[in-house]
């Protein structure tokens, strides 16, 4: 193999957010490579950029200790699977996204074997679990880090990193289209609009979508004149049906089949499960309640581990209680909906949020797919 002109890669990458990383990045290293291919584990985003998917993403989309051990031998199995066909293929190099716990393993085992591998996305290990650092020093040559303070935290521990901004910062306009969105859903321009957005994991949806709608119910009693709208992960449709049919029957909302860019663009709030989502509904400048529910199990073991007084990325990134966040217990239907109506009430917080995620938005926008790829070809001595 030419690997100047044509590199070929590996990847895996699970779940819709690192579907979406991970297609960027193909993007980016395309317009390095026009002759690059690549294989392993993704979903219909990569597949869109002519990726090779040995097996789909949606097949990593477990969480929690629960979740996990129900799907252990499946992933295992697919695990070593993996690792035969990309030691026997021997891809210029190995890029895990995300998906840190079925990754971190592999990438070990195939560095052991010369691969060279780069891990993007940094784990949280700022915010909980913060031995994962030196199972990230084994396993990857380089990280590809979406937040600026990340690569001198690694740095401290040895381990190579850039600076890469986050993807997501150069996809979404720093002006959302909100009047183009909302035509787009056959959306009033002057119609009130909230945004549902459950999560992508089975789990996510079981736990977190009950009290959104819910909730969602309690404020079309005060205001009947609202509108909702709920993007639907493919294949989750049937859940989410499931889910208004028992908790919120006859509630009026609009369902999308993905799509959760334009509602995100389109509305005036959003209900929204903690994740990678809530960094996208900051970079449409919108005000959110942020809520997170589990498996009560997985909850106690998780409780106590958090470094930070913030589990939601724009607190996080904010260093502040920016936008509320409920979770487990308190993440009720009525504390949900007393939330959203005090930032539909309030015009000026909203107006003062929308300055503070303007200014995020730039702090992140740093052409990724560029910082990505020029980072890769280091990591194959081509830079």
């Known amino acids: 193999m030419d690997t100047s002109t044509a590199p070929r890669l590996a990847m895996v990458a699970g779940e819709a957010s690192g579907d979406l990383l991970a ?22 985003k990569m597949q869109a950029q002519g990726f090779d998917a040995w097996w789909p993403s949606h097949k990593l989309s477990v969480f929690g200790y629960v979740d996990a051990l129900r799907h252990l031998p499946e992933l295992l199995a697919i695990r070593r699977a993996l690792r035969q066909r990309v030691l026997a293929e021997r891809p210029a190099v190995f890029v895990g996204i995300d998906a840190p716990d079925f ?28 031995e994962r650092v030196k199972t990230l020093a084994a396993a990857a040559d380089h990280v590809l880090c979406l937040f600026p303070f990340e690569p001198a935290l690694l740095a401290e521990h040895g381990v190579p990193a850039s600076f890469v901004g986050h993807p997501l910062a150069d996809l979404i306009p720093l002006q959302p289209p909100r009047a183009a969105a909302r035509a787009a859903l056959g959306l009033d321009d002057e119609a009130t609009v909230v945004a549902l ?15 959104l709608l819910q909730a969602a119910q309690d404020l079309l009693r005060d205001r009947p004149g609202l509108r909702l709208v709920l993007p639907v992960v493919p294949g989750l449709r049937p859940l989410i049906d499931e ?15 993905g799509r959760s ?21 900051a970079l449409f400048k919108r005000p959110m309640v942020v809520v997170y529910r589990l498996n009560a199990f997985n909850h106690w073991l998780m409780k106590d581990k958090a470094y930070l007084p913030w589990f ?15 979770i487990q217990d308190v993440a009720t239907p009525q504390a949900i909906a007393d939330a959203a109506r005090a930032w539909l009430d309030d015009g000026a917080r909203r107006d003062a949020l929308h300055a503070r995620f303007t200014e995020l938005h730039l702090s992140l926008r740093q052409d990724t797919a560029q910082c990505a790829s020029h980072a890769i070809a280091q990591v194959l001595g081509q830079a």
């Open 197 to 211: 957005l459950p999560g992508s994991r089975r789990s996510e949806i079981t736990h977190i979508a009950p009290p």
């Open 243 to 257: 889910a208004i049919a028992r908790h919120a029957p006859g509630l009026p909302v609009q369902l999308l089949d």
């Open 312 to 326: 939601s990325l724009p607190n996080i990134l904010l260093r502040d209680l920016a936008v509320p966040e409920l």
């Open 103 to 130: 990754n971190f393993a592999l990438e070990r085992a195939l560095r052991a074997q010369g691969v060279k591998t780069v891990h993007f996305v940094c784990p949280s290990i700022w915010a909980w679990r913060g």
């Open 261 to 281: 860019h334009e509602a995100l663009a389109a509305c005036d709030l959003t209900l929204i499960a903690s994740g990678t989502a809530t960094l996208e509904a």
């Open 23 to 44: 297609s960027l990045l193909l993007q980016g290293l395309r317009s390095r490579w026009p002759g690059l291919s690549a294989g392993g584990i993704g979903g219909p």
